[in-house]
């Protein structure tokens, strides 16, 4: 007979053999996502402000709208505007609410196109995502909301027929803020969920990237089939706008956008600063969409 302890010596040893849940997620489902330019931010808007949005957010950074319809983008009843703006900086999903937003639509910061919606579905929940609103069809293809540990909310989508879309010019970053509590069940979840890599860890990152030029933070920054992400982890002491910006847009120069932001509407939240390899502004568009805008530090 085998003594209990080592039975219980065996139980250990076959535990620690057993790789974490995320490498048996990264391992056991296969890469869902499609690509950087088929994700987009999700901006909600009022009905009245779509046009001035619209027209300042291309002004900005170029590109063009697709043709704008009315449909219902949710599983239960409402009604929207809805149109991309795809620009060489990024990709704006554009809603103006005809109705009341159901619940939690809105709050969603990004979609992501994945190839397979039941795959996508299956990999998020075995990396430690919820899903919080369960796979519905829209008029184009199916849909579903995912929540990461911090309350990170990402909505993901299928196409009935493959899009097909240019690469960007620069790829945006995908700006997620979280608590020290929650960022290493965050960033180890979205890892395996988008096969993805770490490119830096800055323990001693300079404050006046979220406003407090006299403190340091940390900041993580991903980059996976997805596109760029950078994690912000705080204590939530952050004075506005910080925190209401999802996505950093790049540009080959700062001044020149932030005068055709001005020129067409854009008000200037934060003048242009320099932290690191970059400088950095933050404004926000009619309708009250905010971003941060960002170009590499001039030599």
């Given amino acids: 007979m085998i003594s209990r302890p080592l039975q219980i010596l065996g ?13 048996l997620a990264r391992n056991a489902y296969p890469q869902v996502g499609v ?11 009022d009905p009245d402000k779509v046009d001035a949005f619209t027209q300042s957010f291309l002004a900005t950074f170029g590109g063009a709208s697709t043709k704008q319809v009315v449909a219902t983008v949710t599983p239960t009843p409402s009604s929207t ?81 493959k899009p097909n879309y240019a690469a960007f010019e620069t790829i945006p970053d995908n700006r997620v803020y979280v608590s020290a509590d929650a960022v290493s069940a965050f960033v180890r979840g ?26 340091t933070f940390r900041r993580v920054r991903i980059e996976s089939v997805y596109g760029r992400m ?40 934060v003048e242009p600063y320099q932290s690191s390899d970059r400088q950095a502004a933050m404004v926000e568009f009619p309708g009250g969409y905010v971003a941060e805008i960002h170009a590499a530090a001039k030599p």
């Fill in 11 to 23: 139980l250990l040893l076959a535990l620690t053999a057993l790789p974490a849940a995320p490498a």
């Fill in 81 to 161: 505007t809805s149109q991309l703006l795809q620009t060489p900086a990024g990709t704006v999903s554009l809603f103006g609410f005809k109705t009341p937003i159901p619940y939690p639509f809105g709050a969603e910061r990004t979609g992501y196109l994945v190839t397979d919606m039941d795959k996508a579905v299956a990999a998020a929940r075995a990396a430690g995502a919820s899903v919080i609103v369960s796979p519905f069809p829209d008029p184009i293809g199916r849909d579903a909301v995912i929540q990461w540990p911090g309350g990170v909310n990402m909505q993901i989508y299928w196409h009935t027929t």
């Fill in 35 to 45: 690509g950087a330019q088929y994700d987009t931010t999700h901006v909600y808007v």
């Fill in 230 to 269: 950078t994690v912000l982890v705080t204590d939530g002491h952050l004075p506005f706008p910080y925190g209401h910006e999802m996505t950093g847009y790049e540009v080959p120069d700062l001044g020149a956008t932030l005068q055709k932001a001005k020129d067409s509407g854009v008000k200037i939240l």
């Fill in 190 to 215: 979205f890892l395996a969920f988008s096969k993805g890599k770490v490119v830096s860890d800055d323990g001693k990152a300079p404050g006046i990237e979220i406003g407090r030029p006299d403190d």
